[in-house]
């Protein structure tokens, strides 16, 4: 404990200093042992009342494998306006200018009959009901209910690591009645602003809207009417994003020893073919878990994509409920049909087919499985409202030069992507992009398909990363679409961690402590083998710790430990099969030779 807090107070040349006194190999080891984050508890039953801490309160908390923000946020607002529809008290939900709190607005008249109301609740039993002033920098809490209201229910995982609690309050704001002067008509003013006026007409149009007309954070279903509003709050925003959009993964199970018996196979049958190490390199394909808790991710922090696409090489990790309506599993046999070559081991080439996802909507955002969101964000952090997507450049710069079969991959097909750029447009690219999710339009990838016809087929065709590959959708489609007027940049808050780097497990550290990050990426481009148990080691303590709550993707745990026993190949495999059984650790021929003759 001692040497932990002493390596936290050094400064982070110092700390570099330290390690380079250590073997390559153990340098990962030693941090991550000095940044080691407080253990997982015991995990306590779902539906247990215990203590847990929100925001550095203490509260008691009721224990559930699964929950959201919007959840929270639903049942919160539910709960308080059930209480106010009891009581006859006169209200009306306000469009705050957060996201993440409900608002409901309230006479200050009737705010002694409010208090009363919430405390005789039997529905707020186990809400925390807090009193103090609600301003535009947030709420603070106080001895008496001067201006407002929170009203929250506290959920926690079952080992206590993350509360969902007064991040998602109902807020109930207390307006006060303004005379109007010279005979004009009274207006009603709030305590803080919010997204439509401070001050409005005393008289009022009730309207009953869908909780998407409050908050555009939430799923485009949410359209029932079912809260009671003022008519000034019904309508859509300008600013808000109404059209669909999806979300797609590509994913491997490196571990697969289906998966890699093909890409052997395919390795041994280009010979003498020179391929880059970097493009071959174990750890460009390893799975640690990542695609679990980005899904636990999106399920959390951006409910409002509307379907899930996760693109694989006939592979299914034993966890995944590929049930829900909202995902679908899409096999590169049906992205490439007659074109290119598979089995595939290049991700540009995999790239180059997203838009042929059948049912894609024309706005998607494209993930890796290491990259997450790392709190709740809007559809406006990648699409403006009209459309318009947005991209992140980086401050790194493309090397100089045309692209030869001594760059490493990724270089290659930014030099490649430069020159069509240069070609086309008579522009020149000197950045490349943030490693963060990517904001497509299924357009304008059309687009570039049908003009670079033969680059993309070529990138399509080469089973591994190639000197000649475009890469499509983390760069070249972003210019392309800014030169065409469908995209401009934008900027988002990120983390990129490199698992390798021995920094890491205080920049992870960090991260958990804060979660001041829209999303952040957690990759490995290039590891010796001697540090895959570390990093796995690593991403363990942090992954569930940061994303504690089950998503609806997701098995129940001992479902999942079952199909554990089966590789991807033999799990995706038997889904194409309805009413097929596998047998424990059968193989994959085996498994064809008895169901398919």
Known sequence: MIAHKLYRLLPKSRRLQMLEILPPDRRLWLVRRLTRQRALGSAAPAG???????????????????????????????????????????????????FQHSAVAVGVKDRARTMAALRGAEGLREARIRVGDLTDTGFRPGKTARSGVQVYFPVTD??????????????????????????????????????????????????????????????????????????????????HVRFPIDAVYTWVDGGDPDWLRRKNAALAALGHQQINTIATNQSRFISRDELRYSLRSMAAFAPWI????????????????????????????????????????????????LHHIPGLAEHFIYFNDDMFFGRPVLPTAFFHANGIAKFFPSTAQLAAGPATVYDAPVTAAGKNNRRHIEERFGRSIAQKMQHVPYALQKSVLEEIEQTLTKEVLETAEHQFRHPGDLS??????????????????????????????????????????????DVFCLNDTDSAEVALAEQAAMMADFLPHYFPFRSPFELPDDVAAERSAFSATELALAASQPGKRLVPRQSTREFVRDNHG
Do not use: M
């Not at 090489?313 to 096999?331: A, E, F, H, N, Y």
């Open 48 to 98: 247990d009342l215990v203590r847990a801490r929100d925001r550095g309160s203490a509260v008691q908390a009721r224990v559930a494998v699964a929950g959201t923000p919007a959840e929270a946020w639903h049942r919160n607002l539910d709960a308080v306006v059930a209480v106010l529809d009891t009581a006859g008290i006169d209200y009306f939900c306000v469009r705050p200018t957060g």
């Open 158 to 239: 079952p080992r206590g690591t993350t509360v969902l609690g007064s991040g998602s309050a109902c807020e109930i704001e207390f307006w006060r009645t303004v005379p109007g002067e010279a005979g004009a008509p009274a207006t009603i003013t709030g305590p803080r602003g919010n997204q439509v006026a401070s001050a409005l007409p005393a008289e009022a149009e009730i309207r009953h809207v869908g909780a998407l007309a409050l908050n555009p954070f939430l799923a485009l279903t949410e359209t029932e009417p079912r809260y009671r509003t003022r008519a000034e709050f019904a309508p859509d925003a300008a600013e």
């Open 306 to 353: 509307r379907r899930i696409f996760l693109v694989t090489d006939d592979q299914i990790p034993p966890w995944l409920d590929d049930s829900d309506p909202r995902l679908t599993v899409v096999s590169h046999r049906e992205l490439f049909g007659s074109t290119g070559a598979l089995p595939t081991f290049n991700s540009h080439a995999i790239e180059s087919r």
């Open 472 to 517: 499509i959708p983390s760069s070249l489609q972003h210019y392309w679409a800014y030169l065409t007027q469908r995209a401009v940049p934008g900027s988002i808050k990120y983390t990129y961690a490199d698992l390798a780097h021995p920094s890491t497990p205080v920049q992870l550290a960090f991260l958990l402590a804060k979660r001041h990050c």
